[in-house]
């Protein structure tokens, strides 16, 4: 779907553009509904970013005059004009009275849009607000694209999101000072378990924000007088949807002023009063990331213990993302004014604050309170909400029931971070003009003549250098003082001096500039971050102070002699719950490879769903996998083990060779063949048949695919555009486009690995082995011809072997590259100088004689094993149909994301859970046409010598290029490969292959 849009993409913005040049924005007669299909606005969003037409948000509002009108439009379902699903116009949804709401409501699915007529009776900007119900859908959030009258009016609606309601799913009460209390889950070694989030959806009322937090203040946009359409596109998750409101939000006033009116109102100090919170005890969140933190780092923090694991801290990490919130609520039995304060640790990020806008009962109380900073520190230490000078803020509380929210901002860093985001965008583009002239390594004795090929670089330089500048300004001016955090940014903006003097002294730091330029994306990755971690909130009277224990020296010298103390005495590899096997229920020994984060939420599961239905005590052990084959052989392995990779043990090496492990101990009886039982063919209908390609031989199955991974092919939009570049379909067209790329001094990005050599020999109608398995069939015709391609790619052509093509993605050096499709988690979270200046498709395919394209691929993934000599085979087989299952990969999936972010989304095997996993509709679909083409890598016995030696001979052929001939070396090896699958063969009794 992705590739074909993409071709009508040049044709929609020529006809929207010459529509644009005729009337002026909003002015134009609208009717009753706007006539663009859905894929054409997938069009205009999938290239809003390197449409130019497209304004940002401040330029918009720029071309407007500050017309603000008083009068609020409200259209409820009444007013929708039409409603598209799945790209066909059809009846909505309606709802009436639903969920408490009177009225009618409209539903809108994750792949639809609704348009709204509202008549607007006076000109002039309006904030865009939406009356919604979080239905239950894939567990993220919910978003949407905002188009006016059939346009994009700037670039921050392209992208708007809409919260979730979380809570913990756990035994709680209401405390006496008004407050949600839990009772924690502990295992039997006496630490709490880690409650799960479920949501807890009601109605919501709010402003459209900008998704990356630039713009602070509630969006807007500047209509006429008259009838306009208000489209909204579903991108993500769906909604119901009761009214969409055009209005203007109030501008909050000082602290000043509001004290002011409150004395004058006869508000007095309450007296005596002190309400304490514990941070760990929210009532709602925004985020099923947001869970209790266990920190073992101080003694005061409430309640601490040196040896037990305890939940007594909320945020941190978890809560560092713009528009995140945590809402705690509260009863004040005297109407007064109260102190706030919060006992909280922000040793996250050095040299800047963080911030937060703080929320009582759902209004912000004044404007201090819209971005209040929380500034560095190593320590955990006590802040009161207090101004410039240290005097803390009256809040005006009356006697009742109260909420207190804070949410994530960037405050006043907001426009330096943008800026800088800006700059990095614009010096990326520098760095792509300089290297069509000179490369990425330049002759440093040859004159390029820079200045004279590029006359308007030194323009270019110096508007950055400027931007730059402004910024390292305004950070300081934020911060005070200079901190470490402007060091990057001086380091650039003193480089780009040097280059304003002398363009041509690029030649010479070409390579640092771009390490400084990377730097200024990383730069922006981790200042974007807002973490902050609480443990208490205090509302008090002025006349009570709050107290905190074990603050001394002495009391946190005392505490980490304990800590390390019982570092000796517990065995951290154990996770969890630990059984004893007393007869009355079998207990089987789990090994997990992964990390503790993973092992800590499977242990949760596992005691919560697994062992109360099935009865089976399952002890978790966090190993490194590589121990696995001497544990066996030593009697001291485990009964069941997931999360298994190569022979090697190291899971990220799965993405580069397939996973041969459980072949391989099968064969010799060290993993149990799960064909003997019954129901096996009713499990392998969860995955699809290329994931199970490598864990099956000669009939026995030794294992259950647990994740699958295959390439698929990144591009950049932004200089594809500059280039004039179709994407790639074949690849013939893939050298094509290597040929401009390496006019311009670009490069295809693709690095070796045996995923790369399968896609290919599967696209060219080769197979890795006979259909027995006994030799193999890499010297065929079609194979030879295979690896002569495969090794041209890298010797002709000149691709990087080495070199990481994600950060030459970045930084524009590689806009094409073909990359594991787990990169796209990797893309979206550490690289926001490039978003939305990037896609991806399936790989290119191999023309086939009927003229259809072939894109087959190869996939790889890890294993769920059960070891042969397990005394309770039928409790571990019952575990891993429950461990595949879709709905337990489902919740495994996004607990392991709302604790980790998006980063950390599992691939996993089970196609239904696959389709649970929180994609946004467009990427789901191409990852659902790549999957496809997937196909297996077999594994026989002896057939870790096949890649082994097919990449022996391609770094033979690409470095010895003058003499190796990629015919004679691949035959060459195919002998030893023979050679060594005829060997196992008759080590383990099976036919040897006839030609032997």
Known sequence: MKQNTRKRVTSVLAAAMAVLLMLPLGSAHVEARTELEMDDYDDIVST???????????????????????????????????????????????????????????????????????????????????????????????????????????????????????????????????????????????NDCKPSMKEKPEWVSGYMYDSDGYVTTPLSVYLTKGKHTVTLLSMREPMVIHSLTLSNAEDRPSYAEVKSQNDAAGVKDASGKLITIEGENPTRTSSQMLYPIQDQSSPSVSPSSARMLLNNTIGGNSWRLVGQWIEWDFDVDESGYYNISLYDCQNFVRGIYVSRKITIDGEVPFKEMEAYGFKYDQSWREDVLSDNYGTPYSFYLEEGHHTIRMEVVLG????????????????????????????????????????????????????????????????????????????????????????????????????????????????????????????????????????????????????????LFYSFVIDYNQIGNVAEDNGDSPTITLWIGSGRDQANVIKSMIDESFTNEY???????????????????????????????????????????????????????????????????????????????????????????????????????????????????????????????????????????????????????GEYYTENGSRSLLDSDIAVNTFKEYCEYYTDFKIDKETSVEERFRTGECPIIIADYTTYNNLVVSAPDIAGLWDFVPVPGTVKEDGSVDRSTGCTGLASIIMADTEYPEACWEFLKWWTSADVQTQYGREMESLMGSAARVPTANLEAFANMPWPVDDYEALLEAFDYVKGIPQVPGGYYSWRNVNNAFYTVTTETDTASPREELMDKVIYINAEINYKRQELGLVLDEQE
């Open 48 to 190: 809003y970013s390197v449409d130019d037409s497209v304004l940002d948000y401040k330029d918009y509002v720029n071309r407007f005059s500050a017309i603000y009108p008083e009068k609020s439009i409200t259209v409820g379902a009444d007013g929708c004009v039409r409603y598209d699903e799945n790209d066909e116009e059809t009846d909505p949804v309606i709802y009436k009275d639903y969920e408490g709401m009177s009225g009618d409501s409209i539903y809108t699915s994750e792949n639809s849009l609704i348009e709204f007529e509202v008549d607007v009776k006076e000109e002039g900007f309006y904030n865009l607000s939406l009356e919604y119900y979080p239905v239950k859908g894939k567990n993220s959030a919910i978003e949407r694209s905002v188009f006016i009258d059939g346009e994009l009016p700037y670039s921050e609606l392209a992208l708007v999101t809409f919260y979730r309601i979380w809570e913990y799913d756990a035994d709680s009460y209401v405390g006496d000072n008004g407050s949600t209390q839990y009772i924690w889950e502990k295992d039997n070694q006496g």
């Open 412 to 563: 006043d860093f907001s426009d330096i971070i943008s800026e800088v985001e800006d700059c990095v965008k614009q010096l990326n583009s520098i760095y792509r003009e300089v290297i069509r002239v000179t490369g990425v390594s330049p002759d440093t004795y040859r004159d390029y003549q820079i200045e004279r090929t590029l006359p308007e670089l030194h323009d270019e330089l110096v508007a950055v250098r400027d931007q730059l500048d402004a910024a390292i300004t305004s950070l300081r001016a934020l911060t005070g003082k200079k901190s470490d955090k402007e060091t990057v940014l001086l380091t650039m903006r003193d480089q780009l001096d040097d280059l304003i003097a002398d363009g041509d002294y690029f030649v010479r730091v070409i390579g640092t500039f771009k390490i400084n330029v990377r730097a200024c994306g990383n730069w922006v990755t981790q200042v974007i971050d807002q973490p902050l971690a609480i443990d208490r909130i205090n509302i008090y009277s002025a006349d009570v102070r709050p107290s905190y224990d074990n603050t001394s020296f002495f009391s946190k010298a005392g505490y980490e002699c304990k800590r």
């Open 615 to 765: 009865g089976v005590n399952v002890n978790v052990q966090l190993v490194d996998m590589s121990t696995l084959l001497r544990a066996e052989l030593a009697g001291e392995g485990p009964d069941v083990a997931i999360q298994v990779a190569n022979t090697s043990g190291i899971a990220g090496a799965v993405l580069n060779t397939g996973n041969d492990t459980p072949v391989n101990y099968g064969i010799r009886n060290a993993v149990l063949d799960l064909s003997q039982f019954e129901d096996l063919d009713e499990v392998l209908t969860r995955f699809s048949d290329a994931s199970m390609t490598a864990f099956t031989f000669d009939g026995a199955t030794y294992a259950l695919p647990e994740t699958i991974t295959f390439p698929v092919m990144f591009y950049r939009k932004d200089i594809l555009a500059e280039l004039g570049l179709d994407i790639p379909e074949t690849w013939d067209d893939v050298k094509v486009a290597m040929t401009v790329l390496a006019k311009n001094q670009m490069e295809f990005g693709m690095l070796p690995s045996e995923q790369i050599f399968a896609m290919l020999l599967y696209q060219n109608g």
